[in-house]
């Protein structure tokens, strides 16, 4: 879904007047308040009045701003492939909390679906290194059967499992989006939407400012408006993750009697839906539902 979605960029770039530089920026400086330049590892300059920082997790960007970041380990690893199983997905997202971590089946074309396993990081290892046919197995017992048996696999990759956020958003003539500002758990496949959200709501902010798109109080505002959204988000997903962390009974009863409870609710239910796949709150304009007149 990555390339389909850099693919649409690109395409959509060459419809603009947006110049693509295929380069990295090797260093950013502030020559006055009203600018930042940029050196380019080809040695080139560039001069503008916002700089957006949307470098991932290991910003260079963000470390050169001294903006600083917390972070959570959960000392997991996040195993990922694409599978194909019996039975089709009927364009459903399945997922289940296991004693060491969530699995979830997101829905590909095809039949296929992408697989995100968070585990220990001994049984990691043991699923990216096992055969395919043990993998498929495993998976296919690990849900029950309830899509039947895995006859297709990918390659297995892993990575570690952890929580950060940048302190502040903005800096002096810098905006962090996505990963740059922002990393959590994949617990319900979250990540990109909460970036997707960061640049609607910059370029919102920014196709309402007359004059500077750089400017403190258009930054300072782009901070608070995302800084909020996803602390609430990190604060349920937190909450969730702590309701299946215990294994034992009574505490498992009392889960099962709050989901049950939950699933009934026509107040509750939806309105925990929508917040789940990121459609409630103070979205970008874009974001929001559609109306019919």
């Known amino acids: 879904e990555n390339q389909h979605l850099v693919g649409a960029l690109h395409k959509r770039l060459g419809s603009t007047a947006a110049t693509l530089i295929n ?5 950013t400086s502030l020559p006055d308040l009203t600018s930042v330049t940029v ?4 040695g080139e300059k560039l001069t503008a009045q916002l700089l957006v920082a949307a470098d991932g997790t290991d910003s260079g960007i ?4 001294q903006i600083d970041i917390s972070r959570r380990d959960f000392h997991q690893q996040a ?6 199983p019996a039975r089709n997905h009927q364009h459903t997202a399945w997922q289940k909390f296991l004693p060491g971590g969530p699995i979830a089946f997101l829905p590909l074309a095809d039949g ?11 049984h990691a290892g043991q699923l990216v290194n096992q ?13 029950d059967g309830r899509l039947g048996v895995i006859t297709d696999s990918s390659a297995r990759f892993s990575f ?49 400012q007359t004059d500077d798109p750089g400017s403190p109080a258009l930054l300072n505002r782009y901070d608070r408006w995302r800084r909020s959204e996803v602390n609430a988000y990190m604060t349920a997903q937190e909450m969730l993750r702590s309701c299946y962390r215990w294994s034992v009974r009574p505490a498992t009863d009392v889960r099962g009697l709050g989901v049950s409870m939950l699933n009934k609710s026509v107040i509750v239910k939806p309105e925990l839906l929508l917040r ?7 979205l970008p304009r874009l974001m929001q539902p559609m109306t019919s007149a």
């Not at 055969?131 to 849900?143: K, N, P, T, Y």
């Not at 500002?181 to 997707?196: E, V």
């Open 23 to 27: 380069a990295s920026i090797a260093h």
């Open 39 to 42: 050196t380019l590892n080809n």
């Open 62 to 65: 963000r470390r050169q701003a």
């Open 79 to 84: 195993v990922i492939a694409t599978v194909k």
């Open 112 to 122: 296929y679906c992408s697989i995100v396993w968070s585990t220990g990081i001994e």
């Open 131 to 143: 055969s395919d046919a043990d993998f498929r197995r495993e998976l296919g017992d690990v849900i």
């Open 160 to 208: 570690p499992l952890f929580q950060q956020q940048a302190r502040r958003y903005v800096g002096n003539r810098i905006a962090l989006i996505g990963d740059a500002a922002h990393r959590i758990h994949p617990l319900a496949g979250m990540g990109a939407n909460l970036g997707i959200a960061d640049a609607l709501a910059l370029a919102e902010l920014l196709a309402d």
């Open 276 to 282: 789940t796949i990121g459609l409630t709150g103070n």
